[in-house]
T-cell receptor, first 108, second 115 residues
Framework: RKEVEQDPGPFNVPEGATVAFNCTYS??????FFWYRQDCRKEPKLLMS???SGNEDGRFTAQLNRASQYISLLIRDSKLSDSATYLC?????????FGTGTRLQVTL | EPEVTQTPSHQVTQMGQEVILRCVPI?????FYWYRQILGQKVEFLVS????????KSEIFDDQFSVERPDGSNFTLKIRSTKLEDSAMYFC?????????????FGPGTRLTVT
């Protein structure tokens, strides 16, 4: 079983749409959870941390369910600039484990 | 806004040669990391470094690899006797663990091409 598993996509959505990404992790010792964004051939950029209480940052909402080891990301009112690969990440202080990423393409 | 920097941006080397990839982490950060990403694949953890010693390393990080913090600002990854399969993007990251958060910030990467 992959340590962090997510649907590779691609998700093709029109501008203004709401899109949801999900991921599962297998290591119950994971302490921190994140969504990173990666543009083609660039470094991962931290999008947001994920907490059990939920975390919202503008159009982005992330949620963690520790019992089912499930992480989600919701993007509302998609913009063309949201087109990227979204990386689900679980980690500890000394190591991050990345999923393979979900590709999002927002179109006119 | 402070950021992680890496040099060089692109390194081409012949198989069997040694390379040193350099990173300057964010100045008040305490944890330093190296990751790699082979083209088309996921980001993979190599090693973490804290308090002047390796904190954790992956199976990939064998005797071919070493890390060093030679001074108060630089963090280096040395790859000895490079192989074709070492060709990848190498990302340095740093974090300042506090209040249970381990957010890591990544540099722009060094593209290593082994020929």
């Amino acid at each position: 079983r992959k340590e962090v598993e997510q649907d590779p996509g691609p998700f093709n959505v029109p501008e203004g749409a709401t899109v949801a990404f999900n991921c599962t992790y297998s290591n119950s010792a994971s302490q921190s959870f994140f969504w990173y964004r990666q543009d083609c051939r660039k470094e991962p950029k931290l999008l947001m941390s994920v907490y059990s209480s939920g975390n919202e940052d503008g159009r982005f909402t992330a949620q963690l369910n520790r019992a089912s080891q499930y992480i989600s990301l919701l993007i509302r009112d998609s913009k063309l600039s949201d087109s990227a690969t979204y990386l689900c990440v679980a980690g500890t202080a000394s190591k991050l484990t990345f999923g393979t990423g979900t590709r999002l393409q927002v179109t006119l | 806004e402070p950021e992680v920097t890496q040099t060089p941006s692109h390194q081409v080397t012949q198989m069997g040669q040694e390379v040193i990839l350099r990173c300057v982490p964010i100045s008040n950060h305490l944890y330093f990391y190296w990751y790699r990403q082979i083209l088309g694949q996921k980001v993979e953890f190599l090693v973490s470094f804290y308090n002047n010693e390796i904190s954790e390393k992956s199976e990939i990080f064998d005797d071919q690899f070493s890390v060093e913090r030679p001074d108060g600002s630089n963090f280096t990854l040395k790859i000895r006797s490079t192989k074709l399969e070492d060709s990848a993007m190498y990302f340095c990251a740093s974090s300042f663990p506090g209040q249970g958060s381990y957010e890591q910030y990544f540099g722009p990467g060094t593209r290593l091409t082994v020929t």
